[in-house]
């Protein structure tokens, strides 16, 4: 929980190219497999285990049962990821625009991991760990949640950036373009200047067929046809 999902999150973001989804892919299905192999030991333990003097187990302790019960809603908060991530690439694929399943999976993921991460050292609290262990827990959770916090303000902050210079790129295109772009106020960046771009293009495909077949027409006139012409313009000097 306190490596692996950050990790997962941070190379999704510095790795350039369109392996980084399946590196981060790879790297959150195990995180997750791994803390649903802790949830379901701790499940077993916090059921069967019973406290001393006949205080119950650690789920229906009341001085105990917090880090269990944060612990299994944690454990529902994440195991939607792999299904909204789906769907959230799916999309964006289409549209190139964040939709509802993408603030879902970044919400749920951010939220999730960071009470998962608060959870552990109640955990390690609630098992009684020296105060070492907790020190360095302590000074790893903070350093990994603080360097995926500040890569995720920065992707976010150059995502602005890239889109505030697609929509100048696309207003410009537009501009250029006249009339047929105007009103165009929910084409994605960089669409306007696709658009404008095939519009060119076709046109001298068009003008280049009618050069074609104006020459071909030409060349098809048969020698009989030319005498003729020749013979009328004769006639007309006479």
């Given at each position: 929980m306190v490596i692996l999902f950050p990790v997962g999150s941070i190379?999704?973001?510095?790795?350039?190219g369109r392996f980084a989804i399946w590196i981060h892919?790879?790297?959150?299905?195990?995180?997750?497999?791994?803390?649903?192999?802790?949830?379901?030991?701790?499940?077993?333990?916090?059921?069967y285990v019973t406290l001393p003097f006949n205080m119950g187990t650690l789920l229906t302790n009341s001085s105990t049962n917090y880090h269990p019960i944060i612990g299994i809603i944690t454990l529902v908060v994440l195991l939607p990821q792999p299904i909204l991530g789906l769907l959230h690439h799916s999309r964006f694929k289409r549209v190139r625009r964040r939709q509802a399943w993408s603030y879902a999976h970044l919400f749920n993921g951010r939220v999730g991991v960071t009470i998962g991460i608060i959870n552990g050292g109640l955990g390690l609290h609630l098992a009684n760990a020296t105060a070492d262990r907790k020190r360095i827990y302590i000074i790893v959770a903070a350093v990994m949640w603080s360097l995926w916090m500040l890569i995720a303000l920065w992707s976010e902050v150059m995502r602005m950036r890239r889109g505030r210079k697609e929509a100048k790129a696309a207003a410009a295109g537009g501009a250029a373009g006249g009339p047929a772009m105007t009103g165009a106020k929910n084409i994605p960046p960089g669409l306007g200047l696709r658009r404008s771009d095939s519009r060119s293009e076709r046109s001298r495909r068009s003008e280049h067929s009618r050069r074609s077949d104006r020459h071909v027409r030409q060349r098809s006139v048969s020698p009989v046809s030319r005498s003729r012409s020749r013979s009328l313009g004769r006639r007309d000097v006479r």
């Open positions: 190379l999704m973001r510095v790795i350039p892919a790879v790297f959150q299905m195990l995180a997750l497999a791994v803390y649903v192999a802790g949830a379901g030991i701790g499940i077993y333990l916090v059921t």
